[in-house]
């Protein structure tokens, strides 16, 4: 039989993930700036991506030193260049030749009725919230499998795993990240690399400040637990897939909704 752990000698610990790199793409901003902070604070040394904002990315990672007294760079780049994404990992290989963590976050989200939707859109979706994550998942799994360890967290949404009117193409796409979520977890098990996805229901974000009032009402009206989710929320479940308190789960798709009913 295997030698059992010391109980939660990870929970206690005051700083979980202190020696660890992670990597978050889209992590200037809502779920990915939060869940960089919430991985900042128990230690970890952090990439963090953008895609078109210089100035915030150099402030969030200012703000990271700072506040965490943590190692911490960021990147432009276009999570569905396979260059820029290749890039993105050497210079993590270059700095600490090690991966331990990848918050897959970096998404769009296009509304838009089935009639309506235009190839450019499908294309701009799927290439961002589809390929973007192969792409990542790739290059960070070969960076984890050196050390054959790692944690990859793949941020899908409650639309891929029950759908909604009017997001097609966005409930595609993430329903593909759940899809590649549940194959990855089982091929990379045997490097000791867990993947596992998070559907957030409603988030306060900048996609949902685009919303119309009626449209906002009526999502919130579908919410059992009455308020509307916000980043933090959704980063402690990340923290928890990142850590080793969940060492021994892969292939999971966690719903942080509130008991939305879709």
Do not use: C
């Not at 010391?6 to 939060?34: C, D, E, H, Q, Y």
């Not at 509307?228 to 402690?236: C, K, L, Y």
């Amino acid at each position: 039989m295997p030698k059992p752990k010391k109980l939660f000698a990870s929970m206690v610990s005051p700083l979980m993930l202190n020696g660890k790199v992670a990597a978050i793409t889209g992590g200037t901003r809502g779920i990915g700036w939060a869940a960089a902070q919430a991985i900042a604070a128990q230690g970890a040394t952090i990439f963090i991506s953008g895609h078109s904002n210089g100035a915030l990315l150099e402030e969030r990672v200012l703000e990271l030193r700072d506040r965490f007294g943590v190692a911490a760079e960021g990147m432009l780049f276009d999570v569905e260049d396979a260059n820029q994404v290749r890039d993105f990992y050497r210079a993590i290989h270059k700095s600490h030749k090690r991966l331990d963590i990848l918050v897959n976050n970096a998404g769009i989200l296009d509304d838009g009725l089935l009639a309506m939707a235009s190839l450019e859109s499908f294309r701009r979706t799927f290439d961002i919230n589809v390929l973007g994550v192969v792409l990542n998942m790739q290059y960070a799994s070969r960076l984890m499998a050196r050390n054959k360890a790692g944690s990859i967290v793949n941020i899908a949404s409650i639309i891929g795993r029950f759908g909604n009117a009017g997001q097609v193409l966005y409930g595609g796409s993430k329903a593909a990240v759940i899809g590649m979520t549940l194959s990855a977890a089982k091929e990379l098990a045997a490097v000791n690399i867990r993947v596992n996805a998070i559907a957030p229901g409603f988030i306060d974000t900048d996609m949902v400040k685009k919303l119309p009032v009626e449209k906002y009402k009526e999502r919130m009206a579908s919410i059992k637990m009455s308020r509307i989710g916000t980043p933090e929320d959704v980063a402690g479940s990340i923290l928890f897939f990142a850590s080793d308190l969940s060492s021994y789960v892969t292939g999971q798709v966690l719903g942080v909704d509130g008991g939305m009913l879709i």
